[in-house]
């Protein structure tokens, strides 16, 4: 190799650059167009964040009652969803 190098790639959540609020804006509409469209494509595909504590005592509850995780994760919110008598099953 001829001393070609690479430039080291630094993730954005450690350095940002300051931006005007016309950028913040349009970075911010650009994100919400990402979500919306991996939504349209695949629900199961939404990245979801949540505090790792909870995901913690989740994650042992699955196992103590022997279910993967997204089952259990599903079940929650069919419980949520019957309680709101929202008929998600007919749309």
Not at 10 to 19: D, L, P, T
Not at 60 to 66: C, F, H, L, S
């Amino acid at each position: 190799m001829e001393g070609k190098t690479r430039e080291k790639e630094i993730s954005g959540w450690y350095v940002q650059k300051e931006m005007t609020p016309e950028e913040e804006a349009a970075q911010r509409r650009k994100v919400e167009r990402w979500y919306a469209k991996r939504h349209r494509l695949n629900y199961r595909t939404v990245p979801l964040e949540i505090p790792g504590k909870m995901m913690l005592v989740l994650g042992k509850m699955a196992m103590d009652r022997g279910v993967p995780f997204s089952e259990f994760i599903e079940s929650i919110l069919e419980a949520y969803l019957r309680q709101k008598k929202a008929n998600w099953k007919s749309k």
